[in-house]
């Protein structure tokens, strides 16, 4: 097996063997030939109808199984990554996972005073082999929210990258990464559980708004 293929097989989260997200991998590309439009399809699929939930569950790793969290139609920034990637490998288009830390200059007093920093780590995308390269996708904020927030809605045309916008719709900062950790075959569970211990404390359970 070559690296590429790696990024086919299935894993306890990542299930793309799972009926259910075979199924709906196939409705959503109807049988699209291109890899670029399959991979579009796909996207903006979970982008827009798996909808954006910040306070989602991530402290079981039955939190993080694509078929769970397709059928609750909703999930946080890794969570919607992880379907994204768990489809597109259903569909013979070879994926992973990439993490990010950035600063949120957009974030809510509430959330700022949960977490106590605008300091957003780990946060999930998606990483899609099409046409010879691997291009990151962030499907993370469904439209409804970026319309209602004034954020710039992230496009994937297949091609580039599709990251967080630096500012929003209104010109203010929004979105600095700081740090790359890479990608990742497989859900990084523990190594990014021991991470949210020491940035947000012991009793980090769910999500904490991260995008």
Known sequence: MNEIENYLIPTYTIDCDSESIKQKAQDVIKDQGEVMERAKSLFYFVRDEIKYNMYSPLSEIEDF?????????????????????????????????GFADFRNHRITSEVLEKVGTDLFIYHGYSELFIEGKWVKATPALDREVCTEQRFVTVEFDGKHDAKFPSHDLDGKRHVEYVKQHGHYEDVPFDEMHASWAQVYGPDFKTSHGNQ
């Open 65 to 97: 199984k694509a078929s769970k969290i397709l059928q609750e139609k909703n999930g946080n920034c890794i969570q919607k990554a992880i379907v994204l990637t768990t489809m597109a490998r259903a569909v013979g288009i070879p994926a992973r996972l």
